[in-house]
C-alpha cells in the first residue's frame, strides 16, 4: 500500500484496535478483585489483612516480570510472546471462579500479574516498529483511553454483574470470553521475519539504558504518575462513599464519569498532538507539553477535589479526570521515540518494573495517612505532591526527546504493516 502521512494504514488498525481491547480487558481484570472483594471475603472467610495482601499480590510479579518482559519481546517475536502472555492472564481469570481457599486464591493473582507484564512492553514494541512518530499520539492515546474505560466499565458494570451472577460466574465469563481475542491476534498480526532475532545481540544491554539519563526520567516520570493512577483506582470509591456520603450508585456513576473523561481526554489530545507535530511542530516539545500540563493539572485540580464542597469537587474532579487522560496521551510516545525499536522493550521494562512499583507504595501509604488522620486531605496532599516531582522529572531529567543514537549500529527490518501492502 502507499504511504498515506495523513491516517493509520487498515492493517495497522486492525492491529490497534486489537491492542486497545486488550488494554480494556487488562485493566478490567487487574481490577476485578476489588469488585467482586466483600463477597469473597465473606465466602472465603478471609480477614481484611489477607484481603489487602491479595489485592497487591498482582503487583508482586506484574512489576517485579517486567524486566523479563521486556528481554522476551525484544529478542523474540512479540506477537507470540504477547499471545502467551494473554493466555495466561485471561486463564488466571476464569480459574479464579474455582477457587476455594486463600492461597488458591493468591496463585491465580500471581498468575494473573506475570500474563499481564507482557503487555505494556509488548505494545511499545509494536508502536515503535510499526507506527510512524507522526501517529503515534493518537496510538498511544487509544492504548490509553482503553487504560481509563476497563475501570470505568468496571466500576459502571462490574457490581451489577456481580450482583446479578455472582462473582463465580462473573470470572469464568470474563475469563473465557477474553480468551476470543486471541483468534483474530493470531490471524491479523503478522509474524516477524526469523532472521530479525537471530543474531546473539539484537540492541543495547540493560546496563547501557540504565546510563541514560532519560531512561531514568522517564521511570521516575511513570511511577509520579502511576502513584496518582493507583490511588484513584483503590481509594477513590471508597473516597466518594465514605468522605462525600455518596450512595454506592452515586459513586458507580461519579468514578465511572472520571474515567471515562479520562479516556476522551486520551483521544483527543493524542489527536492533536500529531496534528500539532504534522504543522511542523518538534515531537519532543509536543510529547512534553501535553505529559508535564496534564501532570501539573491533575495535581492542582486533585487538591482542590479534598478542600471544594461536595457539588464543586465532583466539578474539580472531573477535571482531573481530563489531566490524567492528557499525561497519558504522549507518555509512551516519548519512550518509544528515545529507546527505537531496538531498545523499546527492555527500556519499557525497566520503566514498568521502577513504574509500577508505585502500585504497592501508594495504597498502602494511603491507608496509613488516613488512619493517622482520619481524613483525606494529606493522601490527597501527597498525591499532587508526587504528581508535581513526576513533572519536574519529565522536565529536567528527561532529555530532548529524539532517539538514542545505540552502537553498534545494526540494520533493522521494515514494518511489516506500514510498509507492505494488505493481502
Known amino acids: 500500500m502507499t504511504t498515506d502521512t495523513s491516517r493509520l494504514s487498515p492493517a495497522f488498525t486492525r492491529i490497534l484496535v486489537l491492542l486497545f481491547v486488550s488494554v480494556f480487558i487488562n485493566y478490567i481484570d487487574r481490577s476485578n478483585l476489588s469488585i467482586a472483594a466483600p463477597l469473597i471475603k465473606d465466602e472465603l472467610g478471609i480477614s481484611a489483612s489477607q484481603l489487602g495482601i491479595l489485592l497487591s499480590a498482582f503487583f508482586w510479579t506484574y512489576s517485579s516480570c517486567q524486566l523479563l518482559s521486556g528481554w522476551l519481546v525484544d529478542h523474540y517475536d512479540v ?7 494473554f493466555l495466561v492472564w485471561s486463564s488466571a481469570t476464569a480459574l479464579t471462579s474455582k477457587v476455594h481457599t486463600l492461597l488458591a486464591l493468591l496463585l491465580v493473582r500471581i498468575a494473573l500479574g506475570i500474563g499481564e507484564s507482557v503487555a505494556y512492553p509488548g505494545y511499545s514494541k509494536i508502536l515503535a516498529t510499526h507506527c510512524l512518530e507522526r501517529r503515534r499520539g493518537l496510538a498511544n492515546s487509544i492504548l490509553a483511553a482503553g487504560l481509563a474505560l476497563g475501570p470505568s466499565f468496571g466500576l ?38 526469523i532472521g530479525t532475532y537471530g543474531h546473539k545481540k539484537t540492541g543495547p544491554g540493560m546496563g547501557e539504558i540504565l546510563r541514560e539519563q532519560s531512561a531514568w526520567g522517564t521511570c521516575i516520570g511513570l511511577f509520579c504518575g502511576n502513584y496518582f493512577l493507583y490511588f484513584m483506582v483503590t481509594w477513590l470509591p471508597f473516597y466518594l462513599v465514605r468522605e462525600r456520603n455518596f450512595s454506592m450508585t452515586g459513586m458507580a456513576k461519579v468514578g465511572g464519569a472520571f474515567f471515562l473523561l479520562a479516556a476522551f481526554s486520551a483521544s483527543a489530545c493524542g489527536w492533536l498532538s500529531d496534528r500539532w507535530i504534522a504543522s511542523g511542530a518538534s515531537p519532543s516539545l509536543v510529547r512534553k507539553t501535553f505529559v508535564v500540563t496534564g501532570v501539573v493539572t491533575a495535581g492542582i485540580f486533585l487538591l482542590c477535589t479534598v478542600i471544594a464542597t461536595t457539588k464543586l469537587a465532583v466539578v474539580f474532579l472531573m477535571l482531573t479526570g481530563f489531566a490524567l487522560g492528557a499525561s497519558t496521551s504522549n507518555l509512551w510516545a516519548i519512550t518509544q521515540r528515545l529507546a527505537g525499536k531496538q531498545a523499546v522493550g527492555r527500556w519499557c521494562g525497566i520503566q514498568l518494573f521502577i513504574g509500577n512499583s508505585s ?12 488512619d493517622r488522620t482520619g481524613q483525606f486531605f494529606w493522601p490527597f496532599l501527597i498525591v499532587s505532591f508526587v504528581l508535581w516531582m513526576g513533572a519536574l522529572s519529565w522536565i529536567f531529567i528527561v532529555g530532548p526527546v529524539e532517539p538514542v543514537d545505540w552502537a553498534p549500529k545494526e540494520h533493522l527490518q521494515t514494518s511489516l504493516l506500514e510498509a507492505q501492502p494488505v493481502k
Do not use: N
Not at 79 to 85: H, S
Not at 171 to 182: A, K, P
Open 359 to 370: 502500585g504497592i507504595v501508594s495504597p498502602a501509604v494511603a491507608g496509613y495517612l488516613l
Open 79 to 85: 506477537k507470540w510472546v504477547f499471545a502467551a502472555g
Open 156 to 193: 459502571l458494570f462490574g457490581g451489577t454483574l456481580v450482583a446479578r451472577f455472582g462473582w463465580r460466574p462473573f470470572f469464568l465469563g470474563l475469563g473465557l470470553v477474553s480468551l476470543l481475542w486471541l483468534l483474530p491476534w493470531l490471524r491479523w498480526m503478522p509474524a516477524a521475519d
